[in-house]
């Protein structure tokens, strides 16, 4: 819980003078439904999205999921139907690739150290087989970067404060402790670090008796710590825990945190000339300076030379308003949106500028090799020896026009809405043609309709089909509703069709 006080008032802002310019805080505006107010949360930019998870609301630990796409402004909670972690705060997430990994963090009535991924592609969580070396013991209030491949762990609370440091090497799956020389930082919780380069650092924190401000690194290259000596006329941030830094570029940006009382202070700390300094957000003409409000337990990341902060604690009451502070270095040019997805649609079934027509129910459809040839199918007949290849005019049979130009507008442009009626077609049309992340769109989509009338179908297609986890998912569905699917038309059909699916149903009940 989160120990320090704060002023009774918040630092005022006003809302509607809020500007989004270099060196200024603003609101971020957005669509959709924000999570509700929480600190002792996580935060992680994955791609274009910032990702927040779990937290506490002030009476209970959560472990709620949300996505925001800065691209298109808005909010969304991801609901998964897998197993996911528990309620919790805390807890480190760090990213690698397209994966989200969160580590341990408290329940509500125990320290936790399951360690669980979750895949931003697929959108599904699993447990990590971690079951390889020593990993760290249940603990709270830890720290947690990703760097080549590994994620480091370092320092926390286990009911002793702690200056242990972990790494889980991704490839291996296996924990270690890491045997580092040098000066190594004093046992501590809420601290911050952040990766830069070949180091990671690591600022202030509190040692169960006072908070701190002394600044470390760690060469993971020489297993070495160190303390760094900073130089310039600016003094580091006042000591101070549960704040928030972020890397930009050769900069290191630290927002907030307690020193007993609730912080709003930006300072940066320059790694080219190893100097700290205390940010002052600009004003425009006539305007007061617009602020978030002292905090802490709050999270911090960078996106687009932008720095957004969300949630957290002022000392009375969780938050959930969300800011933005644009940085110096962001270069102020309109860049226009791409238009290259819709340019390639324009020239789906487009006769101008065609080099091959397929002839699908007796209609024409104007193709492009150049771009059927992302489908494994299409690139052996046009490459191969087949009379197609030398062919303007090919017929393609056991698939439906709608279906054809459905699949060729997803070759052209990577992205192609699957409607629940035309899913299956479109699924079996992916198999036959070769084109693998389409057909796993639609087995995600095929996967909601999944019911008591259309299991014992579906289940015949993804047999057919090789398509694994949709086949599982169907089983599963039947194994559990068997008394209701047995009676349904569709069941008895497989039963005349495929007796072996029925006699695998059979005895796995």
Not at 197 to 203: D, Q, R, T
Not at 215 to 222: L, V
Not at 307 to 314: H, S
Request: proline letters at 4%; aromatic letters at 12%; one cysteine or more.
């Amino acid at each position: 819980m989160e120990s320090s006080t704060a002023p009774e008032a918040a630092m005022e802002v006003d809302d509607g003078e809020c500007k989004s310019a270099v060196n200024q805080w603003s609101l971020v505006k957005f669509t959709g439904l924000p999570p509700r107010q929480r600190s002792l949360h996580s935060g992680i930019v994955v791609g274009d999205c910032l990702y927040v998870f779990g937290g506490y609301d002030g009476s209970n630990r959560v472990n709620d999921f949300y996505k925001f796409s800065f691209k298109a402004s808005k909010w969304s909670q991801i609901n998964s139907t897998s197993a996911c972690p528990s309620a919790r705060d805390r807890h480190v997430m760090v990213s690698q690739g397209d994966r989200i990994y969160i580590f341990a963090g408290y329940d509500g009535n125990n320290r936790v150290n399951d360690f669980w991924q979750y895949d931003t592609e697929q959108e599904a969580w699993s447990l990590v087989d971690a079951a390889l070396g020593n990993p760290p013991t249940p603990r709270h209030s830890h720290s947690g970067v990703e760097y080549d491949g590994s994620m480091y762990i370092f320092a926390g609370y286990d009911g002793n404060y702690r200056s242990d440091f972990h790494r889980y090497h991704f490839a291996q799956r296996k924990w270690s402790v890491l045997a580092v020389k040098g000066s190594v930082p004093k046992a501590r919780y809420r601290t911050s670090v952040v990766a830069y380069k070949n180091k990671m650092l690591v600022v202030g924190g509190h040692d169960g008796a006072k908070h701190l401000n002394d600044f470390y690194q760690f060469n993971f290259d020489s297993l070495e710590w160190s303390l760094i000596e900073t130089t310039g006329q600016v003094p580091p941030p006042s000591p101070r825990d549960s704040h928030s830094a972020a890397i930009c570029g050769d900069t290191m940006y630290l927002f907030g945190g307690s020193t007993g009382s609730a912080r709003n202070d930006l300072f940066c700390f320059s790694f080219e000339v190893d100097q700290w300094h205390e940010v002052r957000p600009a004003a425009g003409p006539g305007q007061k300076a617009c602020v978030p409000c002292p905090r802490f337990c709050h999270t911090c990341d960078i996106y687009n030379n932008s720095l957004y902060v969300f949630g957290g604690y002022d000392g009375q009451q969780r938050l959930n308003d969300f800011w933005q502070f644009r940085l110096a270095t962001e270069v102020n040019i309109d860049i226009p949106c791409s238009s290259l997805v819709s340019d390639l649609r324009s020239f789906l079934n487009e006769q101008k500028l065609s080099d091959v027509t397929f002839i699908v129910e007796g209609k024409p459809v104007y193709a492009h090799k150049l771009l059927c040839m992302r489908c494994s199918y299409f690139r052996a007949m046009f490459e191969g020896q087949m009379r197609e290849a030398q062919q303007k005019t090919i017929t393609i049979n056991s698939v439906s026009h709608r279906v054809f130009l459905v699949l060729l507008e997803y070759l052209y442009t990577d992205e192609v809405e699957i409607g629940l009626d035309i899913a299956m077609d479109l699924f079996i049309a992916a198999d036959q043609f070769g084109v693998e992340r389409l057909k796993r769109l639609c087995e995600k989509k095929i996967l909601v309709s999944i019911n008591v009338d259309s299991a014992p179908t579906i289940l015949q297609a993804a047999n057919m089909h090789i398509a694994h986890g949709l086949r599982q998912s169907c089983m599963d569905y039947i194994l559990r509703n068997f008394d209701a699917v047995s009676k349904t038309p569709a069941f008895e059909e497989m039963g005349r069709s495929n007796v072996e699916l029925v006699f695998e149903v059979l005895k796995r009940r």
